[in-house]
């Protein structure tokens, strides 16, 4: 691996540099849950919103980055992660969660165009000998925005209780905004070259919005894109629950922060630990994806059952919970 400008690698490192700061921050933020405020409310009515509009664009997100290229959609993508955070601010002074949940069906516009960017840069630019390490860099990478966005919160909210601050917000829309910075300097696909002087993509002629459109709507007759929906549903809908109706139900604020540094860096060690199952060349690509699913299933199905016993001595979360001895603190457990 050759880490020059146009290099996979390189490219690599800038989008998961994007990552670490626009949807890291925007994790770190939603683990704590409610999205560090005190009532959960309006930020799962904006997640709801956002999710909505994230599906959609998800899919014709694709067509968007083809059309528009890689690097000016991923800049403006990151901009509606600011956008989604500054609200808060709003919402802190006023009380008022309406531009709050406009501004997590704007977020859901830009995640669906970020995300698919970035699976146009990870699946396209490594050679197939490289993708494991890829992926692996990149989610350290991503993972480390989750953690280190979650020791701001734990480290300025260690003694108070109650919502964050606005001083954390305004720190994490910097960020944010660094992000989108960052995007520009992203190359298009057709420039970059691995180090055996291979292109990273076949050169194509422009294609029209239609064209994107329809090709889009016939990846719905692909079984193979078919079979993966199911683990794609499994890969997301948990975080509701985990971050709102767990983490941020039963646990104080400086908890709740200091669970997100577990969360993320648990992240960080798995992805670090699956890249050297799937990049096991001795073995063929189906053994280790195999492998690979046996153990994220279990490791889910354990997580659950844990997670079922601690549910099951609770009704009711927040300030108001019924959960024996109220808020857990970890220093006091």
């Known amino acids: ?20 700061l626009c949807p890291g921050m925007f994790n770190a933020l ?35 980055v083809n059309v528009c290229g890689v690097r000016f959609t991923t800049a403006l993508a990151c901009l509606t992660y600011a956008v989604y955070t500054g609200s808060y601010v709003h919402y802190n002074n006023t009380g008022d969660g309406i531009p709050t949940i406009i501004a997590g069906a704007v977020l ?18 490594p050679s197939e000998k490289e993708k494991g390490r890829f992926i692996s860099i990149f989610w350290i990478l991503f993972n480390l925005g989750g953690l280190f966005g979650g020791i701001l919160p734990f480290a300025i909210n260690y003694y108070r209780a109650g919502s964050l601050t606005n001083s954390v917000y305004v720190l994490f829309v910097i960020m944010e905004c660094a992000g989108a910075t960052t995007a520009l300097f992203l190359v298009p696909p057709v420039c970059v070259v691995r180090d055996d002087g291979s292109h ?48 941020g139900a039963i646990f104080t604020l400086r908890t709740r922060g200091f669970n997100n540094l577990l969360y993320w860096t648990s992240q960080i060690v798995g992805s670090y630990a699956l890249s050297l199952l799937l990049d096991l060349s001795r073995w063929s690509r189906r053994k280790r994806g195999m492998c690979a699913m046996i153990i994220m299933s279990l490791s889910f199905n354990a997580v659950w059952a844990g997670t079922l016993v601690v549910q099951s001595r609770y009704t009711r979360g927040a300030e108001n919970t019924d959960y024996p001895g109220g808020l857990i603190d970890f220093l006091e457990s």
């Open 1 to 20: 691996m050759t880490l020059r400008y146009h290099s996979p690698l390189a490219q690599v490192l800038l989008i998961s540099a994007v990552c670490f």
């Open 30 to 64: 939603n683990g704590l849950g409610g999205a560090g405020q005190l009532d959960p409310h309006t930020a799962n009515n904006a997640n709801s919103a956002l999710y909505v509009t994230f599906c959609i664009f998800s899919i014709a997100g694709g067509g968007i």
């Open 108 to 125: 859901g516009v830009g995640a669906g165009i970020l995300w698919t960017a970035q699976g146009v840069i990870m699946v396209s630019y």
């Open 200 to 247: 990273a993509t076949i050169v194509q002629s422009p294609r029209s919005a239609r064209r994107e459109l329809l090709e889009v709507l016939r990846l719905f007759g692909n079984k193979w894109m078919l079979l993966l929906l199911p683990m794609s549903f499994t890969s997301n809908f948990f975080y509701g629950y985990q971050f709102s109706q767990y983490n």
